[in-house]
């Protein structure tokens, strides 16, 4: 962690043409969450003072999607793409008055590591350049380093064939103190193969000043930045592994790890046990000793310790699942608190929903929570039973120790310990089905 103070900037305006979409690059999906979720998770890694980020094409897009993962962080336009220190410099006026480090990430580069960036907001050189050695450098930018720190950043395309045979490569992050920033950026030029103003050419500027430049480096899949849809899977298979990995190395049981997927943030305590085809969204947490049968899909919700999920379950955001609560097959359950004990044991939705301690909610049971308006909420007390076939049409609350009979459809308050019946009286015609058979079959051999 940096003691210094730090602030971000996430360069995330560009069209990403290669991806062949309207959906700005930034956006695109991995491990459940935008590209650029990644790069905000990793600057909230070091706390910093402040996030800024910088939006293009799509921007309003891209602001209402920081907005949701970020709200605090800021967001600036650049209007036309002159390149990444043009990018930079849009930043500046969210800059002003800021003294520390600034670090300089990108929206579409999703695996730079906590460690890695620690190890360069509390680097003591004034500029540092995150580097790594590619094993085929290919058209990346390359780093000219000597016993000085590094002499300078020439991108592939200006550069000769004795610097395109260096294997050291640049990532593109920078971190650079605040003050040395503002005074540096303003001079960049644009005499380049590209006509556009490079954030690299940051480094010959501070040498030239006497300023100390110098590398941090990183694995490659580090630095690995996406471009096409072929780069986007790619990179969802090397976080499925490696996330994988880790549940299993933290004292989770995977039975089928090929099978399940996790995204950004899942969270799972050892000793909780995960089947085959299991699906994580964004925003659960799993508490160690809880059990996800096969065929389950989780998101924004939380499981306590000892419950027991599927096979075939849904649980969506705001769902919270008590101590020992089991939620059984073909159960939908959304923004619902089911506390400790509670049986769902199959075909059932719960929307809006609180249900007490030790109740058991019978199979196809549904709270009509939604009016075509408004969402409306359903109150079930501690060691209720809810019969099969029972709908619970809200606002309604069903009282501690109270009984539903099965097919009752409940639009009352009903008290603590009573029973209530909501069906009609049964008919029963004697004869009358086989005689309406017989009516049918003679209808049916006229034709």
Not at 83 to 92: I, K, N, S, Y
Not at 133 to 157: N, Q
Not at 303 to 328: K, Y
Not at 424 to 440: D, F, W, Y
């Amino acid at each position: 962690m940096a003691k210094n103070p730090v602030a971000i900037v996430i360069l995330a305006a560009g069209q990403g043409s290669r991806m062949q979409s309207d959906l700005p690059k930034v956006l695109h999906r991995l491990a459940g969450v935008p590209l650029v979720g990644h790069a905000l998770a990793a600057a909230r890694s070091l706390d910093p003072e402040q996030i800024t980020v910088v939006a293009g094409h799509g921007a309003d897009q891209v602001r209402r999607a920081v907005a949701g993962l970020e709200p605090d962080a800021r967001i600036v336009l650049q209007t036309e793409q002159l390149g990444t220190g043009h990018a930079v410099r849009q930043a500046l006026p969210e800059l002003e008055g800021f003294e520390g480090k600034v670090i300089v990430l990108y929206g579409d580069t999703p695996f730079i590591g906590e460690d890695t960036l620690a190890a360069m907001a509390s680097h003591p050189a004034d500029i540092v350049v995150l580097g790594f050695e590619a094993e085929d450098p290919g058209r990346y930018g390359r780093l000219v380093v000597t016993s000085r720190g590094l002499e300078r950043i020439v991108e592939y395309k200006d550069a000769d064939a004795a610097t395109r045979s260096i294997a050291l490569c640049n990532s593109g992050v920078m971190a650079l103190d605040a003050a040395l920033l503002r005074q540096l950026i303003v001079r960049l030029g644009n005499d380049n193969a590209s006509g556009e103003y490079y954030l690299t050419d940051l480094v010959e500027l501070g040498r030239a000043e006497g300023r100390r430049a110098d590398v941090v480096t990183c694995d490659e899949e580090e630095t690995l930045g996406i471009n096409t849809r072929a780069e986007l899977a790619a990179a969802e298979a090397a976080f499925q592994a490696r996330a994988r990995r880790a549940a299993l190395d933290d004292g989770v049981t995977l039975s089928d790890p090929q099978t399940v997927w996790f995204a950004l943030d899942t969270v799972i305590g050892r000793d909780a046990i995960i089947g085959q085809n299991v699906v994580f969204g964004p925003g659960v947490t799993v508490e160690s000793g809880a059990e996800i049968l096969p065929f389950c899909h989780l998101t924004g919700c939380h499981i306590s310790e000892g419950a027991t999920v599927g096979p075939f379950a849904r649980l969506r955001p705001g769902a919270e699942l008590g101590t020992d609560a089991h939620v059984g097959n073909f159960v939908e359950i959304k923004n619902s608190v089911l506390d400790e004990g509670v049986k769902v044991g199959h075909l059932t939705y719960l929307g809006d929903t609180h249900i007490g301690e030790h109740s058991n909610i019978g199979a196809g049971t549904i709270t009509c929570n939604y009016d075509g308006v408004m969402k409306h909420r359903t109150e079930i007390g501690p060691r209720a039973f809810i019969g099969s076939d029972t709908m619970l049409v809200a606002p309604v609350r069903i009282g501690a120790d109270a009984m539903t009979g099965s097919g009752s459809v409940i639009t009352e308050d009903v008290a603590d310990g009573a029973l209530a019946l909501g069906r009609a009286r049964q008919l029963t015609k004697p004869g009358l089905a086989l005689r309406l058979m017989e009516a049918l079959r003679a209808k049916k051999e006229k034709r």
